[in-house]
């Protein structure tokens, strides 16, 4: 009997003792995970640059794709990520004020060019007021899609408000459509761009894609990391070489 009760002792120990070991693991894993969430185009393709260097720092990169303009913002004020990079600072100040998030951004990476785009006319010219063209719904993306559209003499054009990843799906519904440069990236229809704001101008500078973390981050080990990991000559050298003037590096 006691045999079998030492028997049962050391089984009970060694099985605390994996699972102890696995915990330990599994928490050390984790803290040299950086988990990013993107878009696909171009943000996850930039990121995917960045694992070498962070990688010589002591971590890993894991990049969680998603496909709107919602989700990630949630999924960063939740815990579920370190940092997210798909916006702009005004679409994330707009999203703070609206959802009472608390992000920020930390590093601006790059700027893509809102541009108007071809639908069922192939030209600025000859609008009339029985043309319409799709320009993005949320506050931020329609303000500056509206300021495009005056800036080219067509504020007097209808317009109909749609969210702003199915813009290029729709091309064929409207006379034209203003759609961000991600977006038209993803849905290959960047041979259909009319016309694009000016790189040199001041909107490229308030509309730079950022790294945004959850406000008391700004300053951790994993943020230092992957700002740094985006400063590395590489990234610009791919972001040229891969898009030409659809993203524009701005760091």
Do not use: W
Not at 98 to 121: Q, R
Not at 219 to 232: F, G, I
């Amino acid at each position: 009997m006691f045999k079998t009760l030492k028997i049962l002792t050391f089984t009970c120990l060694l099985v605390l003792a994996c699972s102890l070991t696995c915990l330990l693991s599994a928490c050390n894993n984790s803290s040299r995970r950086i988990i990013v969430g993107a878009s696909s185009t171009p943000h996850a393709l930039i990121l995917e640059q960045t694992k070498t260097y962070i990688k010589e720092q002591g971590y890993e990169l894991e990049i969680k794709v998603f496909n709107d303009y919602v989700l990630p913002n949630y999924a960063l004020e939740n815990g579920e990520l370190d940092a997210n990079y798909f916006q702009h600072k005004p679409y994330l100040n707009d999203f703070n004020e609206s959802n009472g998030t608390h992000l920020v951004p930390v590093l601006d990476v790059h700027f893509e060019p809102m541009g108007i785009y071809a639908g069922k006319k192939n030209s600025l010219d000859g609008l009339t007021s029985l043309d319409n063209i799709l320009v993005p719904s949320d506050k931020s993306n329609y303000e500056r899609a509206i300021s495009l559209l005056s800036l080219h003499g067509l504020d007097n054009i209808p317009v109909t408000q749609v969210e702003a990843q199915n813009i290029p799906l729709m091309l064929s519904d409207c006379s034209l459509a203003v759609i961000n440069g991600n977006y038209a990236l993803s849905a290959g229809v960047v041979d259909r761009c009319l016309i694009t704001e000016d790189k040199e101008s001041d909107i490229a500078k308030t509309m730079a894609n950022v790294i945004a973390v959850k406000s008391g981050k700004e300053d951790s080990p994993k943020t230092n990391v992957l700002c740094e990991a985006l400063r590395q000559p590489n990234i610009g050298e791919f972001i040229k070489a891969k898009f030409g003037d659809s993203v524009i590096y701005m760091v």
